[in-house]
């Protein structure tokens, strides 16, 4: 899915559909459809305009997302120190990354990076795949992922029980937004996720836990 945030770039320059449109005779009709996110579409010669005006990138005016639904989960060789965690979604995009967890007292922890094994164009394919995801999408995909993991690891190890899971992003290649970790408590992680998330964000702006 592409999302179309002309009206992000807009208020960050300052400018309004009147501007845009005496400086590059685009109709006020597409601006305002484009502005507003209802737009099915965008001519390459529209968008050339709009960037040279507003000085912008392409990726500042269109952001390639992936809905939550299509996203899903799959460990495969798992044991009790480590998974690979195959990633994809409806359209046919996957990534494998490489999980490593361990446990002390009542924390369970979670360490997520790219496979060492991967060859750079897997790498590159990580990257692309994992930098479309707002951290929005990445907490949900974080929480998923310790969810699985953590289930998985009391099927197998059935006595072990914990209060606590820790959980780090270790990609030092990919964006800033990958660099930071979660500390949540069991009861949060099993819930909903889409609830949970509802929840958390419906008085805070993406702030970490």
């Known amino acids: 899915m592409i999302d179309i945030s002309l009206k992000d770039v807009m208020a960050e320059n300052n400018k309004s559909i009147t501007d845009i449109h005496n400086a ?4 006020r009709n597409t601006l305002g459809l484009l502005a507003n996110g209802v737009s099915k579409g965008i001519q390459f010669d529209t968008l050339e305009k709009i960037i040279n005006y507003l000085d912008c990138d392409i990726e500042d005016i269109l952001e390639v997302r992936f809905n939550n639904q299509d996203l899903l989960v799959e460990l495969q060789n798992f044991d009790e120190q480590s998974s690979t965690i195959k990633i994809s979604n409806e359209d046919g995009y996957s990534i494998t990354l490489f ?5 002390e007292n009542n924390l369970f922890s979670i360490e ?7 060859t750079q164009q897997k790498l590159h394919t990580a990257f ?17 992922i310790s969810n699985q993991i953590h289930s998985s690891y009391q099927e197998k190890i059935s006595s072990t029980e914990f209060e606590y899971i820790s959980f780090n992003w270790e990609f030092s290649i990919l964006l800033d937004k990958l660099n930071y970790g979660y500390f949540w408590n069991i009861p949060f992680v ?11 964000y419906r008085n805070e702006n993406l702030k970490k836990i």
């Not at 590059?24 to 109709?27: A, H, K, V």
């Not at 999980?99 to 446990?103: A, N, R």
């Not at 099993?190 to 958390?200: G, Q, R």
């Open 24 to 27: 590059t005779g685009i109709s």
């Open 99 to 103: 999980s490593v967890f361990s446990e």
């Open 112 to 118: 997520v990076t790219t496979d060492e094994n991967n």
């Open 128 to 144: 692309n795949f994992l930098s479309s995801l707002s951290r929005y999408k990445l907490e949900i995909l974080a929480i998923e």
């Open 190 to 200: 099993k819930e909903p996720l889409f609830d949970v998330i509802a929840n958390k």
